[in-house]
């Protein structure tokens, strides 16, 4: 069996899964699982399908970064695949389509991943490279608030009795900042 799984990083990235999601399916998979999750959060979906995939399926990613976070990642993720004698597909992999059956397929992943690795902390170290740059120049103003930018609008829903669960779906931001701005006692 193929299994598909396709990942974006934000919910803003609709297109991007959908992309993905269609790839998958013209591939032949017939189980795909998605999410909309950062790779550095916690990544339910693939942790399910890791657990469903079985002896003899092959799971289905259109690119590596869509799998991994690191080299470290990967490897963990194909080591568990390899345990439980599934294989990895990755459909664009430079151009061409990688399958890790093969030692060489192995090899190329591992190299691919390392390259990735290192592409993304040079990404990195430009990112803070350039801010600490704005900084200096006073230009730099960091994020914008969000959960900050409601708490006077936390604070009414609290004191009309409604519940921090109820307030922060309301507000569309997590419990842990309604708890902090109600036990903030600024305005």
């Known amino acids: ?6 990942r974006t990083s934000t919910t803003e990235q609709l297109a991007g899964l ?7 399916a ?11 999750v950062s790779s550095v959060a916690a990544r339910e979906q693939l942790a399910m399908t890791l657990e469903f995939v079985r002896e003899g399926d092959v799971l289905v990613v259109t690119r590596l970064d869509r799998l991994a976070r690191s080299t470290t990642d990967l490897l963990s993720i194909v080591g568990t695949l390899e345990r439980k004698g599934v294989g990895l597909r990755v459909l664009d992999f430079g151009g061409s389509e990688m399958d890790t059956k093969s030692p ?9 991943a ?7 902390a040079i990404m990195l ?5 350039g801010i600490a740059k704005a900084k200096a120049e006073g230009r730099y103003r960091g994020r914008a608030p969000t959960a ?3 708490a006077r609008d936390v604070r009414e829903l609290a004191r009309d009795g409604t519940g921090a669960s109820a307030i922060a779906a309301k507000l569309s931001i997590s419990r842990a900042s309604v708890y902090r701005i109600l036990a903030d006692r600024l305005p």
Not at 18 to 24: G, H, P, V
Not at 26 to 36: L, Y
């Open 125 to 129: 170290t430009r990112q803070r490279e």
């Open 26 to 36: 013209a591939t032949g998979c017939t189980k795909i699982v998605a999410e909309q």
């Open 148 to 150: 900050r930018a409601k």
């Open 1 to 6: 069996m193929f299994v598909g799984y396709a």
């Open 114 to 120: 390392a390259v990735a690795e290192f592409e993304r």
């Open 104 to 112: 060489s397929g192995r090899m190329l992943l591992t190299m691919f």
């Open 18 to 24: 959908e992309a993905q999601k269609r790839q998958l």
